[in-house]
């Protein structure tokens, strides 16, 4: 009987418990762009490339360069470029995005992308 008195208590008193229903919304500071210029290895479809990237000062553009592809492969650079990009300068759920046409010369391919 003391048993049920005590767990009947304890009901009474997690019933008396209510949790607000409000929003708490804190002001934080902006994400933020990493513009530090890298080279990285980047290992794509089971071979290893170079990507070198740096932020073009006062925009929020950057000029990127893969190495190790040949002419054929722009879909690949352009995706190791832009995914890269994403991971290393993009604030969180941003992705990498080209802003014109991928070249190659120089067994590079030369780009532009920024994060958005």
């Known amino acids: 009987m003391n048993r049920l008195i005590v767990l009947a208590a304890a009901a009474l008193v997690l019933a008396a418990c209510k949790t607000g229903n409000t929003v708490r919304i804190t002001s934080e500071k902006p994400p933020v762009v990493q ?55 993009c604030p969180e759920g941003q992705k990498g995005r080209l802003q014109n046409a991928p070249a190659y010369g120089e067994s590079k391919w030369r780009m532009q992308a920024k994060c958005g």
């Open 35 to 89: 513009t530090k210029s890298r080279s990285e290895p980047i290992f794509y479809n089971g071979k290893t490339y170079r990507l070198d990237f740096s932020n073009r000062p006062g925009t929020p553009v950057f000029d990127m360069a893969v190495s190790g592809m040949n002419a054929k492969q722009e879909k690949d650079a352009v995706a190791v470029a832009t995914s890269s990009l994403g991971y290393y300068a």
